[in-house]
């Protein structure tokens, strides 16, 4: 029982930093006005209500996306998300409804969670892990989209958040970050040390979801 409740105060104790640690990166991010020039602009999928309806949230960040394309940020945008609905070939579609040229983007449409969007947009032959990328999402999911790139090979990793204007709100959304961030390093501390034992990674990447 002992260990139990180590484990225990343990977990919630992760939480708890993770929480407060996300929550102050949302409060204190000061959205940048000039990001430099990338090689391309990396949006997370945020789900989508059907198979042609995005959430609130992908839509947001794919108007955002697009500003930046617009603005010269990077030639080409990435758009990761699958699962049941798989989100990023909507997000895509709607970013050339709103004039991206469709040669300028790029669909992976596989990555079921923030670990495998960025596991798998490593996998892309177009993209090299040592030059710039700007990672677009929401501001309560930036730290943890960046640690996951990072973790993917990334080296150098600009944030931009979908939400710029957003102020610190102690909602479900950033509730749920505290619970994802111990999570996320448990099964990337995981599957690191399956790629060191060699072990194939059809054999775990399924656990990353």
Same mark, same amino acid.
């Given at each position: 029982?002992?260990?139990?409740?180590?484990?225990?105060?343990?977990?919630?104790?992760?939480?708890?930093?993770?929480?407060?640690?996300?929550?102050?990166?949302?409060?204190?991010?000061?959205?940048?006005?000039?990001?430099?020039?990338?090689?391309?602009?990396?949006?997370?999928?945020?789900?989508?209500?059907?198979?042609?309806?995005?959430?609130?949230?992908?839509?947001?960040?794919?108007?955002?996306?697009?500003?930046?394309?617009?603005?010269?940020?990077?030639?080409?945008?990435?758009?990761?998300?699958?699962?049941?609905?798989?989100?990023?070939?909507?997000?895509?579609?709607?970013?050339?409804?709103?004039?991206?040229?469709?040669?300028? %983007?790029?669909?992976?449409?596989?990555?079921?969670?923030? /670990?495998?969007?960025? %596991?798998?947009?490593?996998? %892309?032959?177009?993209?090299?892990?040592?030059?710039?990328?700007? /990672?677009?999402?929401?501001?309560?999911?930036?730290?943890?989209?960046?640690?996951?790139?990072?973790?993917?090979?990334?080296?150098?990793?600009? /944030?931009?958040?979908?939400?710029?204007?957003?102020?610190?709100? %102690?909602?479900?959304? /950033?509730?749920?970050?505290?619970?994802?961030?111990?999570?996320?390093?448990?099964?990337?501390?995981?599957?690191?040390?399956?790629?060191?034992?060699?072990?194939?990674?059809?054999?775990?990447?399924?656990?990353?979801?």
């Amino acid at each position: 029982m002992t260990f139990i409740r180590w484990i225990f105060s343990l977990a919630i104790l992760a939480m708890w930093c993770a929480l407060i640690g996300t929550g102050l990166f949302v409060a204190m991010h000061e959205p940048s006005d000039e990001l430099p020039e990338a090689q391309a602009i990396v949006v997370l999928g945020g789900g989508a209500e059907s198979a042609s309806t995005l959430t609130p949230d992908s839509t947001q960040r794919v108007a955002h996306a697009v500003t930046l394309f617009e603005a010269g940020a990077a030639p080409q945008m990435v758009f990761t998300g699958g699962g049941a609905i798989a989100d990023a070939p909507i997000m895509a579609r709607e970013a050339a409804a709103a004039g991206v040229t469709e040669t300028a %983007l790029v669909i992976e449409r596989r990555a079921q969670s923030t /670990l495998q969007n960025a %596991l798998f947009t490593a996998d %892309l032959g177009n993209l090299d892990k040592t030059q710039p990328i700007i /990672l677009v999402t929401q501001r309560y999911h930036l730290p943890r989209a960046w640690a996951s790139f990072r973790w993917a090979g990334f080296q150098s990793i600009h /944030l931009s958040a979908a939400d710029p204007d957003a102020g610190l709100t %102690l909602d479900q959304r /950033l509730l749920w970050e505290a619970v994802k961030w111990p999570v996320n390093v448990l099964r990337a501390g995981a599957a690191s040390a399956a790629v060191a034992a060699d072990v194939p990674r059809e054999s775990w990447v399924s656990y990353l979801q």
